[in-house]
């Protein structure tokens, strides 16, 4: 099964406009963290913000954050005020604690385009 | 700037050539990281390093030789590749293993191609 899913492929936002892309898990440990990484076409993984699974408020990083729902073990990622150069493929990614911690899954990404 | 510097960046070899990617950090990490990624694909992770030891191998086929000569270093030899190699190569560190918020910082990876 599937670790992290990413259903939105592409994905298309007006400058300065507020964007949600997607991102599910799947664990059974109870102790996990969730990342989000932006890969511009220049290739380098860029991290933009964490949450972990005990973390009570979601997180937030300047205009990133995330919107967790744990129960639904969902980790959406919310991007306020597109830019230009926020155009990229964002990949979501968790770290488990008990079975995995050496390892990042990776989910298969969204490609964002913002439209001027 | 990435804080954990590739090269090269881009790599074009033989199918019977021996090469090296090298990878360097100096923010005191002591895991490394490989990963492989191939073209619109999440990145699988190859071999992690931890305190210069070899902790993970990812059942990669004998033609990719990890090295980790100090806590900086870690280079990733290539020999008798096959076409199917050509991907991107990404580095990353952390600052140890096994820590579930512990975040990898990669490098800008190096883009193989196999002839």
């Known amino acids: 099964a599937q670790k992290i899913t990413q259903t939105q492929p592409g994905m298309f936002v007006q400058e300065k406009e507020a964007v949600t892309l997607d991102c599910t898990y799947d664990t059974s440990d109870q102790s996990y963290g969730l990342f989000w990484y932006k890969q511009p076409s220049s290739g380098e993984m860029i991290f933009l913000i964490y949450q972990g699974s005990y973390d009570e408020q979601n997180a937030t990083e300047g205009r990133y954050s995330l919107n967790f729902q744990k129960a639904r073990k969902s980790a959406n990622l919310v991007i306020s005020a597109s830019q230009l150069g926020d155009s990229a493929m964002y990949f979501c990614?968790?770290?488990?604690?008990?079975?995995?911690?050496?390892?990042?899954?990776f989910g298969t990404g969204t490609r964002l385009t913002v439209i001027p | 700037d990435t804080e954990v510097t590739q090269t090269p960046k881009h790599l074009v070899m033989g199918m019977t050539n021996k090469k090296s990617l090298k990878c360097e950090q100096h923010?005191?990490?002591?895991?490394m990281y490989w990963y492989k990624q191939k073209a619109k694909k999440p990145p699988e992770l190859m071999f992690v390093y931890s305190y210069e030891k070899l902790s993970i191998n990812e059942s990669v086929p004998s033609r990719f030789s990890p090295e980790c000569p100090n806590s900086s270093l870690l280079n990733l030899h290539l020999h008798a590749l096959q076409p199917e190699d050509s991907a991107l190569y990404l580095c990353?560190?952390?600052?140890?293993?096994?820590?579930?918020?512990?975040?990898?910082?990669f490098g800008s990876g190096t883009q193989l191609s196999v002839l």
């Open positions: 990353a560190s952390s600052q140890a293993v096994g820590v579930a918020n512990e975040k990898l910082f």
């Open positions: 923010m005191g990490h002591r895991a």
């Open positions: 990614a968790m770290r488990e604690t008990q079975t995995g911690a050496n390892n990042l899954f």
